[in-house]
């Protein structure tokens, strides 16, 4: 596929995440085009097409993969489905690019990532964080040394108790594997083991506070990353109001974040404290799916891979033991 010049993309399920967030930055980015998308209900897929200007719409998987016009597969369905639609586009020699979490646990994780190489063909996971200006900028400053030696990070996430109905598949274990907690604090995890190496060991609690659906509502836990650096979190999805705080704390200074939303980064040490203002693109997956663009082209690297992103499911799948 290196030699090609456009690569072609077909989305097997085109639900909210591909209006805005995913969607539109196929056709955005350099040597991409989006030419096929499928969904189950006829009448939404037609719709999506039609809004989006896409030319071809299937209500069938397999006949989107097996379109000699797609080039490669971006699986966008809850994570219940994401082994399902890996083994399908692989087994038809296309690479394929999964939503996260990518997959309900570590083991449908480790089977992703084997029916791929079993197949030859790439697989990358939509930690889109990893390519984000305002997340590289964090790194450049812990790289830099300009907190010092990090000692410890700390990660604070709570939000108000919501209906079951209002978080949907999000807290069906069967579907999405867990609660909240996996569809957010996945990005959290990935994000830090992007900074600090991977989650070698980690150790947590799980608890139904609130009641309110079968998964967890609260996950508090610690870990350890390769590089030595110890990190603790508290996770919960039944508190008054909500927050959303990262401390990276070292020797010689402190970077406060939060992960979702376009706050300020504070950044504090020997010279004083300072915000970096940093706002997340329109279509906050662009910088990423550039990245996986240019791999497929042999002209780059992806940042989020199967093995990266198995490691947070691994890291979730211990937190919450």
């Known amino acids: 596929m290196s030699n090609q010049k456009i690569i072609r993309w077909g989305i097997i399920g085109c639900g909210n995440v591909t209006e805005v967030k995913s969607g ?9 085009d989006l030419v096929a998308v499928m969904r189950r209900n006829e009448e939404k897929v037609r719709d999506y097409a039609k809004r989006h200007q896409i030319k071809k ?15 490669a597969v971006y699986v966008a369905t809850p994570p219940g489905s994401h082994l399902e639609y890996t083994r399908l586009a692989t087994a038809h020699g296309k690479p394929v690019y999964v939503e996260k979490p990518m997959g309900r646990n570590y083991a449908e994780s ?11 063909v790439p697989l990358f996971v939509a930690y889109y964080r990893r390519a984000l200006p305002r997340f590289l900028a964090i790194k450049k400053i812990i790289d830099n040394g300009e907190i010092g030696k ?11 108790a919501v209906a079951p109905e209002q978080a949907g ?20 995890l ?7 190496g991977d989650i070698i060991s980690a150790d947590g609690y799980s ?24 990190g603790t979190g508290i996770w919960n999805f039944a508190a008054f109001a909500d927050d959303d705080k990262t401390e990276i704390v070292g020797d010689k200074g402190k970077i406060s974040f939060a992960t979702f939303g376009n706050s300020p980064v504070e950044v504090v040490n020997e010279r004083g404290s300072r915000l970096l203002d940093l706002p997340n693109p329109l279509h906050i997956q662009q910088p990423l799916i550039q990245t996986v663009v240019d791999e497929l082209r042999g002209v780059g690297r992806c940042p989020s891979t199967g093995i990266t992103a198995a490691r947070t499911n691994r890291a979730m799948d211990l937190l919450r033991r």
């Not at 993969?65 to 080039?71: A, G």
């Not at 480790?110 to 030859?120: D, F, L, P, S, W």
């Not at 990935?190 to 600090?196: A, G, I, N, R, W």
């Not at 506070?209 to 836990?221: F, I, T, W």
Request: include cysteine; charge should be negative; aromatic fraction near 14%.
């Open 24 to 32: 539109p930055a196929f056709r955005l980015i350099e040597h991409s």
């Open 57 to 71: 719409w299937f209500t069938n998987a397999e006949a989107l993969v097996k379109d000699e016009e797609v080039d």
């Open 110 to 120: 480790q089977e992703m990532i084997a029916v791929c190489k079993a197949a030859g």
């Open 150 to 160: 990090v000692r410890f990070v700390n990660v604070l996430f709570y939000k108000k």
């Open 169 to 188: 598949w999000r807290v069906v274990p069967e579907i999405s594997g867990g609660g909240l907690f996996v569809d957010l604090a996945s990005h959290q």
């Open 190 to 196: 990935d994000l830090l083991q992007f900074y600090f």
């Open 207 to 230: 608890a139904h506070q609130a009641a309110g659906y079968a998964a967890e509502d609260h996950v508090s836990g610690a870990f350890v990353f390769a590089s030595g650096v110890h």
